[in-house]
């Protein structure tokens, strides 16, 4: 199991790079990532959050199952808008509810480099969006207005004391 990222940590917060090579330590890299996902009871998991700033994610999604989306690009967002509360193992502990396109078209490659095109709606669209936002360094708490994210952050600050507390 990989050890995740929180909110404070720089690699958060970082543009991550693309990935140009698919050999076996990526495959290791994405095997430890659903371990770590499904230990910490995620739907999604981004590379920055286990500290790598690489251009991947994986989710694991009722009705769709597990996928990792290498390089990924949203390329397509529907005007409509679909609002559902989020959270991140990254932000453990918080919720909100986030605004986003209702639907989308990614084109990503897989673990072999094969790329893909995928139409995702509901949940699976919202993972991915979130996910993706991670390799930019943007956490859902950024997708907020100005008063709420002032709210998210003390009430982070308040958990983080209590962290250090005990
Ligand atoms: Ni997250």
């Known amino acids: 199991m990989l050890d995740i990222y929180t909110l404070g940590e720089e690699i958060l917060r970082e543009k991550c790079k693309p990935v140009k090579i ?14 770590t996902m499904a230990e910490a009871n995620g739907v999604g998991l981004a590379a920055p959050q286990v500290g ?12 769709f199952g597990k996928r990792v989306f290498i390089n990924p690009q949203i390329i397509e967002t529907s ?12 932000v453990p502990g918080l919720w909100h509810d986030v605004t986003r396109p209702a639907s989308i078209v990614v084109q990503a490659q897989d673990e072999r480099g094969k790329a893909f095109t995928l139409k995702a709606d509901g949940l699976l669209a919202r993972a991915i969006q979130h996910e993706y936002d991670h ?11 100005e008063e709420e994210q002032e709210k998210m952050l003390k009430a982070w600050e308040k958990r983080a004391k209590r962290r250090v507390k005990g």
């Open 22 to 35: 698919f050999d076996s330590a990526l495959g290791m890299l994405i095997d430890a990532m659903f371990t």
């Open 52 to 63: 790598v700033d690489s251009r991947l994610f994986v989710v694991d999604i009722p009705d």
């Open 135 to 145: 390799l930019n360094g943007i956490l859902f708490i950024d997708r907020l207005d």
């Open 79 to 90: 005007v409509e808008l679909s609002c559902a509360e989020e959270g991140c193992l990254s």
